[in-house]
T-cell receptor, first 116, second 115 residues
């Protein structure tokens, strides 16, 4: 069965420093992997997605993630944090055999705080 | 192009009551899914509708039911509300077809508080 583990519930960084949000997944088949962001009182916005093409995926707002099959990881990074990046981030997986690619399995989320 | 729209945005209900939440998918999308996001947790899949039928269901009791209309809009109904049903309910729309990386769009959600 699919599952997603976000290794940090809270991450705090200073503005201008790098961001690393860690995610490990479990999937019985070639997964699709996503990162979504949720700002307070807002819906979910797709940051980026991996679908078995390039293992390094670039998304919006300077975020990128690297798919590492051997480590079953899909960590999210950004070189320089902005105050506007403060939000909740969700790592998400789907695959063909666990409900299909239209059914998303979410991690518990990582709350990113950015300090001046 | 309107994205996924949900109504109402906030509502308060009493234990034992029933609630109906509504969703209009993104233009051109024919598949609607519903998710429940309890405070401090990730969203959990409730069920999915395609061609006016429930296509698959997550681990939620029968108190949770839904409907999809010919124009692809959808309703989520919850009967006999419990305090634990208090959550943000998110509607997601997508195109049918089991395509890797199928982009799924979310509405801003309906906040339900059960007192």
């Amino acid at each position: 069965a699919q599952s997603v583990t976000q290794l940090d519930s809270h991450v705090s960084v200073s503005e201008g420093t790098p961001v690393l949000l860690r995610c490990n997944y479990s999937s019985s088949y070639s997964p699709s992997l996503f990162w979504y962001v949720q700002h307070p009182n807002k819906g979910l916005q797709l940051l980026l997605k991996y679908t078995s093409a390039a293992t390094l995926v670039k998304g919006i707002n300077g975020f990128e993630a690297e798919f590492k099959k051997s480590e079953t990881s899909f960590h999210l990074t950004k070189p320089s944090a902005h105050m506007s990046d403060a939000a909740e981030y969700f790592c998400v997986v789907s695959d063909r055999f666990s409900g299909g690619y239209n059914k998303l399995i979410f991690g518990a989320g990582t709350r990113l705080a950015v300090h001046p | 192009d309107a994205g996924v729209t949900q109504s109402p945005t906030h509502l308060i209900k009493t234990r034992g009551q029933q609630v109906t939440l509504r969703c209009s998918p993104k233009s051109g999308h024919d598949t609607v899914s519903w998710y429940q996001q309890a405070l401090g947790q990730g969203p959990q899949f409730i069920f999915q509708y395609y061609e006016e039928e429930e296509r698959q269901r997550g681990n939620f009791p029968d108190r949770f039911s839904g409907h999809q209309f010919p124009n692809y809009s959808s309703e989520l109904n919850v009967n006999a509300l419990l305090l634990g049903d208090s959550a943000l309910y998110l509607c997601a729309s997508s195109l049918a077809g089991d395509i890797p990386g199928n982009t799924i769009y979310f509405g801003e959600g309906s906040w339900l508080t059960v007192v």
